[in-house]
Each structure stands twice: as structure tokens, then as C-alpha cells.
């Protein structure tokens, strides 16, 4: 299953197969009835993140949620040879229409 937090509904959008966060963004709507999921990713998972938000969207819940808001930044850490780097990050807000 994909990695969730259970007190504010955040999918954190990672290697796992594609559908597992699917999955995961679903159950939380129908089966923890949440208001809003938000989904974070950074670097080279974003363009995944925006496809699941899409496919949640447009195919598995569809005229019932939608995007409500995405915030763009990017964050700077420590790389495994000790070099700043900066990556891109997205959280996609799906909310209940």
C-alpha cells in the first residue's frame, strides 16, 4: 500500500508501482472519508504525482473530486557525496466537490 499518513491524508509519492497510490489516494476518500487528500513528491516523481492526481480525478472518482490547489517549491539537502543540491517539490490538494 502506499505511504500514508493517517492523521492529515497525505500520500507521499515514491518508487512504489503506480497503482498502490491510486489505491491509496481512493481508499482514503471513500473509506476514511477524507475532505482532502494531498499528494507530495519531489524530483523526478512529480510528473507521477501529477498522473496520479489525474487518473484519480478523471477515471476512479470522477464528478466527485477534483483538484483544489498546488503548491510549487523546491527544498535543498545533502546528496550521498556531501554536495548541496535543490530539487523540485508539488502537493496536489484532491478535495470533494
Known sequence: ???????????LVGGKPFMN?????VMQFTTQNAAEVV??????????????AEVTTKRFLENTV????IKID??????????QVR???VEITLGKD
Not at 21 to 25: K, S
Not at 39 to 52: E, H, L, M, N, P
Not at 66 to 69: A, G, Q, V
Request: zero cysteines; a neutral charge.
Open 39 to 52: 499528494i507530495k513528491a519531489r524530483g523526478k516523481f512529480i510528473s507521477r504525482a501529477v498522473d496520479i
Open 21 to 25: 497510490y491510486v489505491t491509496g489516494v
Open 1 to 11: 500500500m502506499a505511504e500514508t499518513k493517517k492523521d492529515d491524508h497525505t500520500v
Open 66 to 69: 477534483s483538484t483544489k490547489d
Open 87 to 89: 530539487v523540485s517539490t
Open 74 to 83: 523546491s527544498e535543498e539537502f545533502e546528496n550521498k557525496e556531501g554536495k
